[in-house]
Structures are given as C-alpha cells and as structure tokens.
C-alpha cells in the first residue's frame, strides 16, 4: 500500500506500518501532555496501545498464513490507524479455502483472548471476580480506565482481553467484504454462483447496517452509529463480474 513503511518481513510477506498511524502515536503523547501524566506513564500507555495494534497485526497474520498453507499467495499486510489489511493477490477458486483464510484471522483473536482469560482470573481477587460475574460492563469499564490512568497491570489484561473479544465478533458480522461476510460468500456458493451470492453477501451488510442505524438512532448510541457506519461502507455495492 502506498505510503507504508516495512517495519517487517515474515515467511515472505512485507509487513507495513501506513503514515497515518503516525497520528495515534502523536494523540498518545498529546494525551499524556495534557493530562501532566510523568514519562512512565505515558510510555506504558503508549505500550498497550502498540499491543492492541500488535494483535491487529496478529490477526492479519492469521489471514495470511492461513493462505499461505492454502497455497494462496499474500502481498503484504499494513496496519492502519482503523485495523489491519491483509492484501491477498487472488481470490481463492474453492470456497473452503475461503472460508478457512477468513476464519482464521477471528480464531486468532479467541486464542489470545482464552490465553489472557485465566490470567484476568489468577490475578483478580475474589471480590473483583463476584463483581464481574454480577456486572461485567461497569467493572471492565473500570479496569481499561485503570490502565490509563494508573498503569495496572490487571487493565492491560482486561484491555487486551477485550480487544480480542471485539475483534473476534466485529468480524464475523456478516457483512462483506469483512471476513463474516467472506464467510457468508463462501457458504453461499455452492447454491449460487460466485457473482449472485457476492451480491447477497454485500446484501445482507447492507441490510444490517440499517438495521443497526435505526437501533443507535432508538437509544442514542454513537457506538452503534459508529458500527452501522463502518459496516455500510464495507457494503457498499460495488460491481461484480
């Protein structure tokens, strides 16, 4: 991609960083300027930021390698201020073999996040885990906020954890050409052809992406929008041969 650096290679494939990551590095520093935070502390944010990104990158790869077994040739991935790409030369002619790199890239996430589970639980005492087990959102909310306002260590497992479990289920929403919506493609071809049950795919994200916005609009979730956005550009129509 243009405007990338290569920060690595790995099993042949150039792994770039896009110029406008740039941008969450500088927000981090701003961050910690204006809210007097010392050197260490801004550092340790800096860090975690860069973990959340490296499991981005984790996924990708999960994408590529996935591929690569397939014998499907890989370009690059870049990260980006938004994600990760992983830029595949061309589509797989088999449906499994679709199915099986888009999958990949999620079954990387609920690894990291199974492996970070029983870290969160070893390190968190009884009375912490009673109070997620009764209200998970609020006590989460509060262990993230920790991190950034106190360095804990018990927050940046929490973080990472959470991360993962998002990227996991963001993206099998069926909506293409994110990885659920592969997925829906690849489940649909054996029953229509290779344009059509495209079409459907871009279909159904479209269809969510509604449904999505309403909801946000119902309860005033900027979240929601955010979502509904994001998985409405992913579908656009596009042409099909």
Not at 106 to 123: E, Q
Not at 145 to 174: D, E, K, R, Y
Request: hydrophobic content about 60%.
């Amino acid at each position: 991609m243009k405007g990338s650096w290569r920060i690595a290679r790995l099993a042949g494939i150039d792994i770039g960083v896009h110029w406008s990551f740039s941008f969450i590095i500088l927000w981090v520093i701003i961050q910690g300027v204006s809210k007097d935070r010392d050197l260490q502390n801004t550092l340790f944010v800096l860090a975690g930021v860069l973990l959340v990104f490296g499991c981005i990158i984790l996924h990708e790869l999960g994408h590529a390698f996935m591929a690569l077994s397939l014998n499907v040739k890989v370009k690059n991935i870049t990260l980006l201020p938004f994600g990760g790409l992983a830029q595949i030369q061309v589509v797989p002619d088999k449906p499994l073999h679709e199915f099986l790199i888009a999958i990949a890239g999620p079954l990387v996430n609920l690894a990291i996040g199974a492996a970070l589970f029983p870290i969160l639980v070893i390190y968190a005492d009884s009375d912490l885990l009673s109070d997620l087990a009764s209200s998970p959102i609020p006590v989460i909310d509060n262990l993230i906020i920790s991190f950034f306002q106190h360095n804990t260590l018990l927050g940046l497992v929490t973080l990472l954890l959470v991360t993962n479990a998002v990227l996991f289920a963001f993206n099998l929403i069926p909506a293409f050409p994110m990885d659920g919506g592969r997925i829906l493609r690849a489940a649909l071809i054996p029953f229509f052809s290779y344009p059509v049950a495209t079409r459907i795919a871009m279909g159904v994200g479209f269809a969510l992406a509604v449904l999505l916005a309403l909801l946000a609009f119902q309860r005033r979730n900027i979240g929601l929008f955010f979502v509904a956005g994001f998985i409405f550009i992913a579908a656009r129509p596009v042409r099909v041969n």
